[in-house]
Nanobody, 119 residues
Framework: VQLQAFGGGLVQPGGSLRLSCAAS????????MGWYRQRPGNQRELVAS???????NYADSVKGRITISRDNAKNTVYLQTNSLKPEDTAVYYC??????????????WGKGTQVTVSS
């Protein structure tokens, strides 16, 4: 599975960005798609994820400001980020997870896209 992300950039505080990530190279469905980020000096952390059925999960720090959505037909996941803060500055990584059974899964990662929130 290859993941290609689009949409990072420089935005002022309070602004918005829309990230998108398209998965290709597999005939199998992807169970969970999501976005992680790595802020300077920090470990990679989950921002939001969405299952093939549409169930979502958000980090507490982004609830109410960020919305994740997914187009299963296109194997594409979107991250609409609003009311951005300087602390949202990070490299954002797209993730795709496919389960082989109820416990075991394989993670796929895209190259990161930089989001910088600064005036």
């Amino acid at each position: 599975v290859q993941l290609q992300a689009f949409g990072g950039g420089l935005v002022q505080p309070g602004g918005s960005l829309r990230l998108s990530c398209a998965a290709s190279g597999s005939s199998f469905s992807i169970d969970v798609m999501g976005w992680y980020r790595q802020r300077p000096g920090n470990q990679r952390e989950l921002v939001a994820s969405i299952t093939s059925g549409g169930s979502t999960n958000y980090a507490d720090s982004v609830k109410g400001r960020i919305t994740i959505s997914r187009d299963n037909a296109k194997n594409t996941v979107y991250l609409q980020t609003n009311s951005l803060k300087p602390e949202d500055t990070a490299v954002y990584y797209c993730n795709a997870r496919r389960y082989s059974d109820s416990i075991h899964y394989m993670d796929y990662w895209g190259k990161g896209t930089q989001v910088t929130v600064s005036s």
